[in-house]
């Protein structure tokens, strides 16, 4: 009997370890979502800009990073992780160009734009207020 | 032979310039659609008072679409040789640039890209059209036509270089020039290039405008 089910929690444990490492990690969750949600739009936007712009030209390359690997929490208690956007021109170095934070569970991704978080739709050419207390930390006593 | 070859480049030029206007006026609808945001904005956001910023670039934009052809066709010996119209275009086209391409270009010039020597290059711009367009209106009002040919050269070519300094940024890009400096370079040397060339056309006995045909008595007064 104690054999068996020892036997159980071993099998247990084991199937817990194999579905925690199938199941990808919040950030790389975040970055796939980045990636689908806004770098890959922007760069399907971007190939069909007008080259008479006074905008400038669309980088070579970008990337994402994911600056944490646990939730942030905003004041009325949503999580969040925050991230930043790279980008280069040719073989130059990466410099950061955007900022914002993605949602656990909605996804939602916004972007610094100054000091205010507008929603990423924003940079592909959306028209989109600032939305107030996003991607912001607030202090754990403030949180609802 | 001389004379052949200036008409020629008048006219390339011409022709480079109303290519240039369309590619620029098909570029700039984006900055009219309602619902949307330009590239170029979402670039410069933030900015100051980000309402009045919005409405200078929409009047300036707006304001150079219809005053760059004006102006290009004020220059034709077509034009000239028909005064009335000559002088009713050049009313609205003086009217426009005076009263809202120059102020709505100043107010954008403060949160130019590229810093304070861009914001400088835009003013300077701004001041050679504004003060070369009231002259130019001076002298057409006394009857000193060469005198306002000369200013109306200088307002043509600081309004080229809408065209000129977008085909240095795409010639920079593709030489893979960093985007701020390009952007810096690409609008200086139009603005110097323009303010010399028209002077330097101004100066000629019998400068062309745009293939411009016959002299003009200095005065008719």
């Not at chain 1, 073989?91 to 996804?107: F, L, P």
């Not at chain 2, 977008?166 to 390009?182: I, N, S, T, Y």
Request: glycine share 6%; aromatic share 10%; charged share 20%.
């Amino acid at each position: 009997m104690i054999r068996s089910s020892s036997s159980f929690v071993v099998a247990f444990t084991f199937t817990l370890a194999a579905a925690a490492a199938a199941a990808p990690s919040l950030e790389a969750w975040a970055k796939a979502r980045i990636q689908a949600n806004l770098l890959q739009p922007l760069a399907k936007k971007e190939e069909s800009r007008s080259r008479f712009s006074r905008a400038a030209p669309p980088p070579t390359g970008r990337r994402v990073r994911v600056l944490a690997s646990t939730l942030s929490r905003d004041a009325k208690g949503r999580g969040f992780l925050p991230y930043a956007i790279d980008a280069r021109y040719g073989d130059d170095e990466w410099s950061e160009t955007y900022v914002g934070c993605i949602y656990d569970k909605t996804g939602l991704l916004f972007v610094a734009v100054g000091d205010e978080h507008r929603p990423a739709e924003f940079l592909l050419g959306k028209k989109a207020e600032p939305v107030p207390g996003v991607c912001q930390v607030a202090p754990p006593a403030e949180r609802s | 032979m001389r004379n052949s070859r200036v008409q020629l480049a008048s006219r390339g030029f011409l022709l480079v310039m109303a290519l240039g206007w369309v590619a620029i006026a098909l570029a700039s609808l984006e900055y009219f659609e309602p619902d949307s945001v330009a590239p170029f904005v979402v670039e410069r956001l933030p900015v100051r008072f980000e309402s009045l910023w919005l409405g200078a670039l929409q009047w300036h934009v707006a304001s150079a679409i219809v005053t760059f052809p004006l102006c290009l066709v004020l220059g034709t010996p077509w034009l000239q040789r028909r005064p009335v119209w000559h002088r009713s275009l050049g009313r609205v086209t003086g009217a426009l640039v005076v009263a809202v391409l120059v102020p709505s270009g100043i107010v954008l010039s403060f949160e130019a890209k590229g810093g304070a020597l861009v914001t400088v290059g835009f003013f300077l711009s701004a001041a050679v059209v504004l003060v070369a367009m009231v002259s130019g209106v001076a002298s057409a009002r006394r009857r000193d036509f060469l005198a306002h040919k000369r200013h109306m050269l200088h307002v043509t070519a600081q309004m080229s270089v809408a065209v000129t300094s977008r085909g240095l940024l795409r010639g920079f890009d593709m030489a893979g020039l960093e985007p701020e400096v390009a952007y810096t370079v690409a609008l200086w040397i139009p603005v110097v290039a323009s303010a010399l060339a028209a002077e330097w056309l101004a100066g000629r006995r019998a400068f062309p405008s745009f293939a411009f045909t016959p002299s003009v008595p200095r005065s008719l007064s």
